[in-house]
């Protein structure tokens, strides 16, 4: 059963710096950002993103969010130090560049380890191709699979979750879709991998999130859940049931039946219109917390049921449709 953790993106809460820390030059700063969460009510952990917020001894930075009461909930690794990763990562032409990014997954995955984790996500979005003829594609997948492979077999107690994205920087992301993500899971065969679920990019995706996340259940493990949503043009970052109320709600009706009992991360961008993250991360809460108890209630509904094994669309439209409302 999940609904009792709540992790969320960090970098929302440099939303309005001028107001949290006023006269303040300059970002602020990790640990800034942190203590900024925490006021978030019902807020239990924060992922970082690797290398970006994490210093030179991750145990300690582990332990002052402990202080302030938030968990570490996973790291997520992010390729931008070398602004040769703009041309791949893990695929890029230049076999030391390849290194230097599977190197720095594998130091992402110790840091992770140290803040008392075991989650690393990976969004390849450099990984992909702009052109025809840019890219030898078969040479693309394979190195793709032999680097995943290899940082996946650097902690095998250390979960490796892919987040996939049909595109963004690159025009087309070699990791585009479920249906490809899970083909390349399968290829690397490692235990220690699975899939993070970001609404907004699956609806962009042209996916249903309810049925990928069913699907990814069946053949692979649900490792991330990003709540967010937006007009499924581009990665919105818009809170949670804004846009997409039923189809929220019928994700989070699926991921209680295949049981999933990992935290709700919320991965939305209060910080691009200049939002209150405090309270944008308190009524995201509020909203998935009210979304799972009229997912529990529809659950036990035999009718709905009923209705769904008949595929009766009618009458699972009214079902759903009164408890929504309050019916």
Known sequence: MFGHRYATRLNSFASRAEQAWPGQKGKPSAFQMAERAAKAKGLTDVDLNYPDHIDDDPAKFGRRLGDLGLGVNGLAMRYYTNPAFKLGAFTNPDPAVRREAIDLTKRGIDAAREMGSSL????LGQ?????SFQA??????????????EVAEHDPACMISIEYKPNEPRSYSLLSDLSTT???????G????GVTFD?????????????AAAMISRKSRLLGVHLNDGYAKRDDGLM???????????LIW???????DGPIYFDTFPDLTGLDPVRECEVNIETVQRLIAVARRLSGDNALSAAVAAQDAVTSQQIVGRALAGG
């Open 120 to 123: 690393m996500t990976i969004w």
């Open 127 to 131: 990984d992909g191709f702009d052109y």
């Open 136 to 149: 030898d594609y078969g040479k693309l997948w394979a190195d793709e699979i032999e680097a995943i492979r």
């Open 182 to 188: 899970l083909l390349a899971l399968s290829e690397v």
């Open 190 to 193: 490692t235990d220690n991998l």
């Open 199 to 211: 609404f907004a990019h699956v609806l962009y995706a042209d996916e249903m999130p309810a049925y």
């Open 240 to 250: 949670v049931g804004s846009v997409h109320l039923q189809a929220t709600l019928e």
């Open 254 to 260: 699926q991921l209680e039946k295949d049981g999933y």
